[in-house]
């Protein structure tokens, strides 16, 4: 298939109050799972829709591994914590959202209009700091796209971040940024909305 490559166009109108509502307001973390499968294909169509989302010099530093067997989810559950461990277990998908230390080797290809670009994150600590905000931002894109399809959301701390990487990326640049169970969520499961800080509280404008 090939990419559209036309120019972008400015956008005609706001989105919906429906579509806000499924995005933001209606939209809930959950801790309960519907028995509904999560096609392989829904993974692409993530992922497909994540890559767009901005970047630091396109630099896309996010990882996703995607575990859907439950062998998968059982190696992934040694390591989080009680309250987690049956919603890892029981999710038709849990995501590690990792980054990739290493993200500046593919800099030639992502950012070729700057061939220099690659040596900007030649010091580790940069590198690091890059690789760890760009992929966060990268994992809240996808969990978005995940609700825009019509899907659930799960995320989750509470796991030992250096065995998780042990388990999944042995001797490799990629490191755990927090896991997200996906599926179609079960409302039983879902907690009373909590407040949250209001403008004046949370903002400032200058």
């Known amino acids: 298939m090939t990419e559209d490559t036309s120019p972008p166009k400015a956008p005609e109108q706001s989105l919906s109050e429906p579509a806000l509502d499924l995005l933001f307001r209606e939209a809930r973390s959950h801790n309960k799972w519907r028995d509904l499968e999560v096609s392989d294909d829904q993974l692409e169509q993530l992922h497909a829709l994540t890559k767009w989302g901005p970047t630091s010099a396109n630099c896309s530093p996010g990882r996703f591994v995607f575990l859907k067997t439950a062998d998968a989810k059982?190696?992934?559950a040694q390591h989080v914590s009680n309250a987690n461990r049956?919603?890892?277990l029981t999710a038709p998908v849990c995501v590690i959202f990792a980054y990739d230390r290493a993200f500046a080797d593919n800099l030639p290809a992502l950012f070729p209009h700057?061939?220099?670009a690659r040596h900007w994150f030649a010091d580790p600590e940069m590198a690091e700091s890059t690789a760890f905000r760009n992929?966060?931002?990268?994992a809240a894109y996808m969990m978005m796209a995940a609700?825009?399809?019509g899907l659930d959301c799960g995320p989750m701390s509470g796991f030992d971040q250096a065995a998780v990487d042990l388990e999944f990326f042995p001797g490799a640049t990629w490191a755990t940024n927090f896991i997200c169970s996906l599926g179609h969520g079960d409302p039983a499961g879902v907690f009373s909305r909590l407040p949250r800080l209001s403008f004046d509280e949370a903002c400032k404008v200058l």
């Open 114 to 116: 700057n061939p220099g």
């Open 74 to 76: 059982a190696r992934l």
């Open 147 to 149: 609700r825009a399809i």
């Open 135 to 138: 992929g966060s931002l990268q």
């Open 86 to 88: 049956e919603k890892v």
